[in-house]
């Protein structure tokens, strides 16, 4: 059944009641047809979302069961194996391999005709590809759909490049460049509507190079891509990942949206956006209208009303000298000795995977020794806010304003702070951040002889942050213009306080070694799920 096949006869329904019964019933008949238009036959669409590393892996698979290579992609050229992918034309067939990924990512591409044809192409026309990192992040995507049944006709997908390390981003813009110069790419592009949709990594960005610095690089990297895609005539199109923290791209969405640069793209604009958050901001009617009304406004501000915003090239240098700053202090800490075994062993880190609550896994991959490369943004961010240490929102940014009040420019940074919305949002983000601290409830970490020292580095910067954004804000305390937002998180903090309480008394006793350690790691699984619910935007 088709859209037509409802819509058609509903609108013939409701011409009958209106000429031939006095519009009976015809509000609720508005309102079902409301329904039908916006949710269609396919009620919501589904993404598709695949880690790079995985289509690298079927990749290898795919070359060497049809001869190309014999065990890396190293033995190909870059030439030699462009010209296969956008090329050849082979027929891939899920059974013909035995590693569960590459039968898995096969079988997906092959079904995605059957699920277009059953909801129409709005049921799903997404594929996200996570950690990309070069050419090659959309180019095997691209060869994976013409191998999988669409050698010979349009692709109807958006091949969309997920970049989230400082990496990626640091080289998205030629990415984009390269493909752009391809005639299959751009031909795939035609047949797109010239559009182009790119996520940039809030979460995985934050974890990878400390607040500041991801924000600022998220930043460039829009406006750097939006002229790339200018110039080729492609509307570039941005899907922000809104997770519910600041370190997860979270914070007063327009808020964010009205500190963009004249230079970023705003043809359209796509969210994804956290579970609780979505309760807490779109939960009732009475919500909705006002959020949505918020960022209405904040799209207005800066294009009706004229009030595009510019960064100096003095106000940008000086943003990426304080994000520099700041992530050489997070960089350092990154690399402590501690770092990883704090988070492992003094955090509920390894009890998201059992609470089962994350979109994905709690990390990537199955190694024996834990890598901040492997975990999930969720897991990540979400054991600093169970510590209530919050970390990955501010961590740096008072070593970076301390250094600079040291050199006698910090007015510089007062100026920045009033004049610059871009910079002034993420100060605020990070204020919002260190009001939901609490470093009391772990100061009895202080006399742990492995972790004490390392907690001590963590609150040393915790209040040199605060200390460092009160005086740069001109405020006695954190968030003290935002009210209702304060107040809102004091209520919140009450009630989670003995929960969190309690979790690190469990976790005490699971450190020490105890005969009842199912039943104290049930309590550290339970009061994760109330934090996180209670909490609003945790994780």
């Not at 309102?31 to 396919?42: A, E, G, P, Q």
């Not at 997770?243 to 705003?266: C, D, E, I, L, S």
């Not at 979400?382 to 009040?405: C, D, F, H, R």
Request: proline content about 2%; aromatic content about 10%; overall charge negative.
């Amino acid at each position: 059944i088709g859209y037509e096949d409802l819509i058609v006869p509903l609108e013939e329904i409701q011409f009958i009641l209106i000429e031939k019964y006095q519009s009976l019933y015809l509000k609720d008949l508005e309102k079902f047809i409301d329904k039908v238009k916006i949710f269609k036959v396919h009620f919501a669409t589904i993404d598709i979302r695949q880690d790079h590393s995985m289509h690298t892996k079927v990749m290898v698979e795919v070359l060497k069961k049809n001869g190309f290579i014999n065990d890396e992609l190293s033995e190909l050229s870059d030439e030699e194996l462009l010209d296969i992918l956008l090329h050849k034309n082979l027929n891939l067939v899920a059974d013909d391999y035995e590693e569960d990924i590459v039968k898995d990512t096969i079988k997906n591409i092959l079904q995605l005709q059957t699920i277009q044809a059953k909801n129409g192409e709005e049921g799903c026309n997404r594929y996200i590809i996570s950690n990309s990192e070069d050419k090659y992040s959309i180019l095997f995507v691209y060869a994976l759909f013409r191998w999988c049944g669409w050698a010979d006709k349009e692709i109807t997908f958006d091949i969309v490049p997920l970049f989230e390390t400082m990496n990626g981003m640091d080289t998205a813009q030629d990415t984009m460049k390269f493909l752009f110069s391809l005639p299959e790419y751009m031909a795939h592009l035609e047949n797109r509507n010239k559009k182009q949709t790119i996520m940039l990594g809030f979460s995985d960005g934050t974890k990878d190079g400390g607040y500041l610095k991801a924000n600022w690089s998220i930043l460039k990297t829009k406006e750097e891509l939006s002229e790339v895609c200018d110039q080729n005539d492609i509307a570039a199109v941005f899907f922000d990942g809104r997770g519910g923290p600041p370190a997860r791209g979270g914070g007063k969405t327009h808020r964010f949206y009205a500190a963009q640069t004249n230079k970023v793209a705003n043809n359209e604009i796509q969210l994804t956006i956290q579970g609780q958050t979505i309760t807490s901001t779109y939960g009732t009617k009475e919500q909705f209208i006002y959020n949505s009304e918020q960022l209405l406004t904040a799209g207005l501000s800066n294009t009706i009303l004229g009030k595009e915003i510019v960064i100096s090239d003095a106000d940008r240098a000086l943003i990426e000298e304080l994000s520099e700053l700041s992530f050489k202090k997070y960089d350092d800490l990154k690399h402590h000795d501690k770092f990883m075994p704090y988070l492992e062993n003094m955090s509920t880190l390894k009890y998201y995977t059992k609470a089962n609550i994350g979109s994905r896994p709690g990390k990537r991959g199955n190694k024996a020794k834990l890598e901040l490369s492997d975990l999930r943004a969720i897991s990540f961010v979400g054991s600093w806010s169970q510590l209530k240490q919050n970390v990955p929102g501010y961590y740096g940014i008072g070593t970076a304003l301390e250094k600079l009040e040291k050199d006698g420019r910090f007015e510089e940074a007062k100026r920045l702070y009033q004049e610059v919305p871009f910079f002034q949002a993420l100060m605020m983000n990070s204020m919002m951040s260190l009001t939901k601290c609490y470093f009391e409830l772990t100061s009895y970490m202080k006399e742990n002889k492995e972790y004490g020292a390392f907690w001590e580095i963590l609150h040393a910067e915790y209040e040199l942050s605060k200390a460092m954004l009160l005086k740069l804000s001109g405020m006695e305390i954190l968030m003290k213009k935002e009210t209702i937002s304060r107040e809102s998180i004091k209520i919140r903090e009450s009630i989670v306080l003995p929960l969190l309480v309690i979790q690190q008394y469990a976790l005490q006793r699971i450190g020490e070694g105890t005969e009842y350690k199912e039943l104290y790691e049930k309590i550290v699984t339970r009061s994760l799920y109330g934090n996180i619910n209670a909490s609003r935007n945790s994780a």
